[in-house]
Nanobody, 121 residues
């Protein structure tokens, strides 16, 4: 079992920044591709970003490309999502996941509990 715990969410003004963290326990995540997803109230969960196990390869949804940066520190068993130039449409519950990359898609096996991000206008 891999346990994933997200943190760093909160309320931020439009144009501001937040840095989310996802801390893993149970086993090392160095061999997993890690993904970030989000879900707004009343909407389906959507893909945000993914990063390969080595950290060399990343992929972003068009809606966040150029504004968000995914990174990882395998020595700390942690993955990050740096969010800048935030807009109200970024509001939602953000989840991290461990899995594999197939093409540009992330196949998720383990999920965290989520952290709330609210962007005010």
């Amino acid at each position: 079992q891999v346990q994933l715990v997200e943190s760093g969410g909160g309320v931020v003004q439009a144009g501001g920044s937040l840095r989310l963290s996802c801390a893993a326990s149970g086993r090392t995540i160095s061999s997993y591709a890690m993904g970030w997803f989000r879900q707004a109230p009343g909407n389906e969960r959507e893909f945000v970003a993914t990063i390969s196990g080595s950290g060399i390869t990343t992929y972003y949804a068009d809606s966040v490309k150029g504004r968000f940066t995914v990174s990882r520190d395998n020595a700390k068993n942690t993955v990050y999502l740096q969010m800048t130039s935030l807009i109200p449409e970024d509001t939602g519950v953000y989840y991290c996941a461990a899995g594999i990359i197939i093409g540009t898609m992330h196949k998720s096996t383990y999920w965290g509990q989520g952290t709330q991000v609210t962007v005010s206008s």
